[in-house]
């Protein structure tokens, strides 16, 4: 099982940008689907991007759209986010996770994804 750590978080300002990284354990990170999430305070936790684990195809929400992308390097088993043109309501804890191999749910669900990590808090300051 793979299990996964993010960093990178931090306090920005409006229009700043970050990279959060996530690291995972495990010799199978590249045969994953791997995602990310956020959850601001008093809000459930809502997808934020996606990528395969083979060709690399990504989604989005539709809210970061042209300012995140969602990358990855198997062989440094890692997984990142780069996110331009912050804006307040960016500011969450974002996690990583990996995906189940059989979706049961919506492409993007929450309940698809496992081995959550601890978060890295991204505040952006406007």
């Known amino acids: 099982q793979v299990q996964v750590v993010e960093s990178g978080g931090g306090l920005v300002q409006a229009g700043d940008s970050l990279i959060l990284s996530c690291a995972a354990s495990?010799?199978?990170?590249?045969?994953?689907?791997m995602g990310w999430f956020r959850q601001a305070p008093g809000k459930e936790r809502e997808f934020v991007a996606r990528i395969a684990w083979s060709l690399g195809s990504t989604h989005y929400t539709d809210s970061v759209k042209g300012r995140f992308t969602i990358s990855r390097d198997n062989a440094k088993n890692t997984l990142y986010l780069r996110m331009n043109s912050l804006k307040p309501e960016d500011t969450a804890v974002y996690y990583c996770?990996?995906?189940?191999?059989?979706?049961?749910?919506?492409?993007?669900?929450?309940?698809?994804?496992?081995?959550w990590g601890q978060g890295t808090q991204v505040t952006v300051s406007s």
């Open positions: 996770a990996t995906e189940r191999p059989i979706l049961q749910y919506g492409l993007g669900d929450v309940r698809n994804f496992a081995s």
């Open positions: 495990g010799r199978t990170f590249s045969t994953y689907a």
